[in-house]
Nanobody, 127 residues
Framework: VQLQASGGGLVQPGGSLRLSCAASGFTTDYYVIGWFRQAPGKEREEVSCISSSDGSLHYSDSVKGRSTISRDSAKNTVYLQMNDLKPEDTAKYYC?????????????????????WGKGTQVTVSS
């Protein structure tokens, strides 16, 4: 499985960005793709995730109400639309996947649950 994250950049507070995660190589129809982020000096944290099969999803409290995760099954791509960005959103954002999971229930499972990771994309929120 390969994952490629893109779409990061420098944005002013209050701005928006859409991150993309292009995925390939799956041998199962059941998987969850998640977004994680890691700021300098901090642990990697779960941001959001979505199921490939039933579209169930989860947001962390830190982005809930400001972000929307979606998927384009035809393109095998998951998007994370982030609005009203704040300086504390500054981090490297990674997409990852856990296989053989049908639904997201209450959590993405945490970084230790993920089977594959992509390289990150940097998001910097600054004026």
């Amino acid at each position: 499985v390969q994952l490629q994250a893109s779409g990061g950049g420098l944005v002013q507070p209050g701005g928006s960005l859409r991150l993309s995660c292009a995925a390939s190589g799956f041998t199962t129809d059941y998987y969850v793709i998640g977004w994680f982020r890691q700021a300098p000096g901090k642990e990697r944290e779960e941001v959001s995730c979505i199921s490939s099969s039933d579209g169930s999803l989860h947001y962390s409290d830190s982005v809930k109400g400001r972000s929307t995760i979606s998927r384009d099954s035809a393109k095998n791509t998951v998007y994370l639309q982030m609005n009203d960005l704040k300086p504390e959103d500054t981090a490297k954002y990674y997409c990852a996947t856990v296989l053989f999971v049908r639904s997201v229930i209450g959590t993405c499972g945490g970084q230790d649950a993920m089977d594959y990771w992509g390289k990150g994309t940097q998001v910097t929120v600054s004026s």
